[in-house]
């Protein structure tokens, strides 16, 4: 006689893709849930290549050239992107970007400008990241319950709502860490170095970011857990005495 290996578990708050999943496979399954948010190692990859592209050719070139270098790099992947079956919204979002950061770079005259609204970017995103944890409504966990069709319960429980102040935080660092490096190398009219660092700081500080949020997930996920388990003893019943008269 076997007993069902997969039995229904206490959610966050609501059912979610991997409530039903093993305890061992679900922060690999949630690490995978953020990549994909974030459109994948493979969109991270991709929103370099405009980038380098753009500063090659204006090293080589001019600002005119380089723009459209960078805007046909950008529509390449899109359409790659669409070939492969994979998201849609990271592609659109690639172009839209490039875009938006050519438009400004043009009307600027200047090839740095091609980065303004990337490090303008990380100081609204820093600003309402580090907001919402003044306020009590952290948003990694406003975010992730949302994309997760969950609910916000997790903010009546002080362990979870710690984990995910502690997460925002540290993606407000990110940013914050992202605008001041960035917006100094604009000020110096550092055009190279200004894609190093819109590459290199993107990649670490992002999975340092990545690996608070999971932790904050998981550690959410423990205590409403831990909350369903007591809300299913009734209150004030104690454990059964042992019988002290001999068998």
């Given at each position: 006689?076997?007993?069902?290996?997969?039995t229904p578990e206490p959610s966050l708050a609501g059912s979610s893709p991997t409530e039903d999943a093993p305890d061992t496979q679900r922060p690999r399954m949630?690490?995978?849930?953020?990549?994909?948010?974030?459109?994948?190692?493979?969109?991270?990859?991709?929103?370099?290549?405009?980038?380098?592209?753009?500063?090659?050719?204006?090293?080589?070139?001019?600002?005119?050239?380089?723009?459209?270098?960078?805007?046909?790099?950008?529509?390449?992947?899109?359409?790659?992107?669409?070939?492969?079956?994979?998201?849609?919204?990271?592609?659109?979002?690639?172009?839209?970007?490039?875009?938006?950061?050519?438009?400004?770079?043009?009307?600027?005259?200047?090839?740095?400008?091609?980065?303004?609204?990337?490090?303008?970017?990380?100081?609204?995103?820093?600003?309402?990241?580090?907001?919402?944890?003044?306020?009590?409504?952290?948003?990694?966990?406003?975010?992730?319950?949302?994309?997760?069709?969950?609910?916000?319960?997790?903010?009546?429980?002080?362990?979870?709502?710690?984990?995910?102040?502690?997460?925002?935080?540290?993606?407000?660092?990110?940013?914050?860490?992202?605008?001041?490096?960035?917006?100094?190398?604009?000020?110096?009219?550092?055009?190279?170095?200004?894609?190093?660092?819109?590459?290199?700081?993107?990649?670490?500080?992002?999975?340092?970011?990545?690996?608070?949020?999971v932790w904050a997930v998981r550690r959410a996920r423990q205590v409403a857990e831990e909350a369903a388990v007591q809300t299913a003893v009734s209150p004030g019943?104690?454990?059964?005495?042992?019988?002290?008269?001999?068998?």
């Amino acid at each position: 006689m076997s007993e069902s290996s997969s039995t229904p578990e206490p959610s966050l708050a609501g059912s979610s893709p991997t409530e039903d999943a093993p305890d061992t496979q679900r922060p690999r399954m949630q690490e995978q849930t953020l990549l994909e948010q974030l459109g994948g190692v493979s969109g991270l990859a991709y929103s370099a290549v405009p980038i380098v592209v753009f500063v090659l050719v204006n090293s080589l070139s001019s600002l005119v050239p380089a723009i459209w270098a960078a805007m046909g790099v950008a529509l390449l992947i899109a359409v790659i992107r669409v070939v492969r079956k994979e998201p849609l919204q990271p592609a659109i979002s690639g172009v839209i970007g490039v875009a938006v950061c050519s438009y400004i770079a043009y009307r600027s005259g200047e090839a740095k400008g091609f980065f303004l609204l990337g490090i303008w970017t990380n100081l609204i995103y820093g600003g309402a990241f580090l907001a919402s944890v003044v306020v009590r409504w952290p948003l990694v966990g406003v975010a992730w319950s949302a994309l997760n069709s969950l609910g916000m319960g997790w903010r009546k429980q002080r362990k979870a709502l710690v984990a995910y102040d502690i997460a925002t935080v540290s993606w407000t660092a990110v940013f914050a860490a992202k605008y001041v490096v960035q917006q100094w190398l604009y000020a110096a009219d550092e055009t190279g170095w200004l894609a190093v660092a819109r590459i290199a700081m993107g990649y670490p500080l992002t999975g340092l970011a990545l690996i608070v949020t999971v932790w904050a997930v998981r550690r959410a996920r423990q205590v409403a857990e831990e909350a369903a388990v007591q809300t299913a003893v009734s209150p004030g019943a104690s454990p059964p005495r042992p019988d002290p008269s001999p068998g």
